[in-house]
């Protein structure tokens, strides 16, 4: 353990020394700064915020991945081309301590700049808010939808199809379970995408939401056009049965009795309910944030054992971009054809054509378990990042991910000649 710790604080050491990670982790806090002072956004409290959530944490993240990929290749393949490890494994240390102890190293300094960062945004979060001169009514909106931590509730299990049709006239019901009963004079809100028959002409739809217990003269009422898209709105907290189940119904009050609404999928109706504070959330938002970094480590360190110092920060990069194009390379995997464009074509396909196709499905296979934690995309919505996905984050990027990387790496590095 001793060998490790002092390997792990020589490879802190190396990644100070380098002037182009301090320059890249410089240029993390200037963004983290100077963006919110020059993008204004749409004027508004809630827009500053999501500047600050989504677009100054999401740039300095991936300025910190570009300074963990460049210090994690270059404290081993940079290392042997100027023969410095050589006098370490001279010693009785294990190759596997040797990786193991870059890999913390590197890691204890992403938490540092994490940390740094992370309190950075957050102090600035709150001066940004203080400063605004907003009314009390959207501040207050805006800690209960964006400065919180609410979570997802589906409708009850095996209570929805996978599509939901309301024709003209009909009424719809759906039927959810929150965790517990939220306090008196607390909002939940309702979400839903809704789709409609007449779709192209994008003509909004008259509906009429009731929510409370059936019967019960007090049942939150919203009657709006709606055009087709996502919508969400808030309702009182008396709404919540006293099972602690919430009963929603939608009715097509369309007047020309032609425009049938769709809800197409068992997420187009959610409930958000609270979960906890916002600064717990964010919290564990950067624990996941950092979590990332450590698997992005594990990546340098792999391919800093086989390679040169540019190519292993080349297939570095290039493994940051599969995370990054997942979307693209998920949308192919599930049409199964790369080239063709309709059914038509499918007839013209070649083997390589297949054999292609047949690559995305193994890339998605192997970046969907790597990219299943967004944090990013929950907190500026208000979403929560539960500790459940912490676990997982930790479970899947670094026991699973970056321990068969590691496994890998010395496997590969003990057989690399290098004097």
Not at 159 to 167: F, K, M, S
Not at 268 to 283: C, D, H, K, R, T
Not at 361 to 380: H, I, S
Request: glycine share 10%; charged share 15%.
């Amino acid at each position: 353990m001793r060998k490790t710790g002092a390997i792990a604080v020589l490879a802190v050491r190396c990644a100070v020394r380098s002037r182009v990670f301090v320059c890249i982790a410089g240029l993390a806090v200037l963004v983290m700064v100077g963006l919110p002072l020059t993008v204004k956004g749409d004027g508004t409290g809630a827009g500053r915020v999501q500047i600050l959530l989504r677009y100054t944490l999401g740039g300095t993240w991936a300025l910190l991945a570009a300074a963990t990929i460049w210090s994690a290749s270059a404290s081993v393949a940079q290392e042997v081309a100027d023969r410095q490890l050589l006098l370490v494994l001279s010693k009785p240390v294990h190759r596997f301590q040797l990786w193991i102890g870059k890999w913390l190293g590197i890691v204890l300094l992403d938490a540092v700049l994490v940390g740094l960062v992370g309190g950075g945004t957050y102090a600035l979060l709150r001066w940004t808010i203080r400063r605004s001169a907003l009314p009390e009514a959207d501040l207050a909106q805006l800690r209960e939808e964006t400065l919180g931590a609410r979570r997802l509730v589906s409708p009850k299990a095996g209570a929805e199809p996978a599509g939901v049709i309301v024709p003209p006239g009909a009424v719809h019901r759906w039927v959810f379970e929150v965790p517990r009963r939220p306090a008196s004079g607390r909002h939940l809100a309702l979400r839903f995408r809704l789709v409609s028959s007449r779709q192209r002409e994008k003509l909004p739809v008259h509906g009429v939401w009731l929510i409370g217990p059936a019967g019960a003269p007090d049942r939150h009422r919203r009657a709006a056009a709606d055009v087709p898209g996502v919508h969400q709105f808030s309702f009182p907290a008396r709404a919540v049965a006293a099972d602690n189940t919430v009963t929603v119904e939608y009715g097509n009050t369309d007047p020309s009795g032609a425009t049938t609404v769709v809800f197409d999928s068992e997420q187009a109706v959610v409930l958000l309910v609270a979960a906890g504070s916002f600064e717990m959330n964010y919290v564990r938002a950067l624990m996941v944030m950092l979590l990332q970094l450590a698997f992005l480590a594990a990546c340098g360190l792999l391919a800093g054992s086989l390679l040169s110092f540019p190519v292993a920060v080349f297939v570095s990069c290039f493994v940051l971009l599969l995370t990054a194009s997942h979307g693209y390379i998920s949308a192919i995997a599930a049409r199964g054809l790369f080239y063709a464009a309709g059914p038509a074509q499918e007839a013209d396909l070649s083997i390589l054509d297949y054999a292609v196709a047949g690559v995305f499905k193994v890339l998605d296979a192997l970046v969907r378990p790597v990219t299943g934690f967004d944090p990013l995309a929950l907190l500026p919505q208000g979403l929560l990042v539960s500790w459940a996905t912490v676990g997982r984050a930790f479970l899947v990027l670094v026991v699973l991910y970056s321990g068969v990387l590691a496994l890998l790496s010395v496997g590969l590095f003990a057989r690399r000649e290098i004097g």
